[in-house]
C-alpha cells in the first residue's frame, strides 16, 4: 500500500473556499485512483491534521502531510511539523511532510491565465496600468522569499512590472501597495490597479483583498468561486509535492 495523502489546507468558515479546496482533493483522487487521499485542516474546520495523519499512519503504515498551502509559515514550520514528529515518535509508522505548493512553474502559468481572464472581463490593460501580487503573508522570512519569487517569474511572463504584497505578516500589506501602486500611476485617473490574487480559493484574505481599493482583482489560484472542477495544473503541483516527498 502506497502512503496516504494527507491534504491539509488552512481552513475556512466560507462555503465557497471550502468547497474549492474539496475540488482540489476530488481532482487529486482522480488524478491517482489508487492513491488513499485524505482531507485535513490547521485552523478552523476539522478533522485537524494530527488525528488524520496519526490515523492514516496506523491504517497504512506511511502517509505523506502535503500542505494546501501556497508558501511556508507557521502552519508548515509549526502545526505541520509537530504533527509529523509526534507520529513519528509514536513508531505506529512513517510520516513525512512535503513542501507548500508554492513556488511552483505551474503556479505562475495559473497566475498568468487569471490575469488574462480578469483583461477580458474588464477590458484590455494597458500600459500604465499598476499591477499588485497579494499573497497571504507570514512572518517567515522564507515565505517572503518565495512570494517574491512568483512575483518576479509573473512579471517576466506578463512583461511589466509586477509588486508583491501581503495580507499580513510582512510588508507592504495589500491596502498600502495598491495605494502606492495607484499614487504612481499618475494623477490622470485613467489608470487602473489590478490585483492578481495568490490565493488558493475564497476566504478571509480574498475578502480583504477585495476591499483594498483595487480596480481589478483576479479569480484565486483554484479558479473561480463555483467552479466544479480544480484546475489540473493544480492537481499536478500537489501529486508534484507528494511524489518529491516520498523519494526524498
Known sequence: MSAVLVGTSHGTDD????AAVRALLDGVRA??????VREAFVDVQQPEVDGVLAGAVREAGAAVVVPLLLSTGYHVRHDIAQAVAAVNASGA??????EPLGPHPLLVDILADRYAAAEAAHGPFRSDDAVVLAAAGSSVAAAATAVEEVTS???QRLGRPVTPSYGAGAEPRVPAAVAAARAEA???GAARVIVVS????P?????RVLEAGADVVTDPVAGPAGAEKA?????QVVLDRYDAAISS
Open 15 to 18: 462555503p465557497a473556499g471550502q
Open 186 to 188: 499618475g494623477a490622470s
Open 231 to 235: 484546475d489540473p495544473r493544480l492537481v
Open 198 to 201: 495568490y490565493l488558493l480559493a
Open 31 to 36: 488524478a491517482r485512483p489508487e492513491l488513499d
Open 93 to 98: 509508522g512513517v510520516a513525512v511532510a512535503a
Open 153 to 155: 517569474a509573473l512579471a
Open 203 to 207: 476566504g478571509y484574505f480574498l475578502d
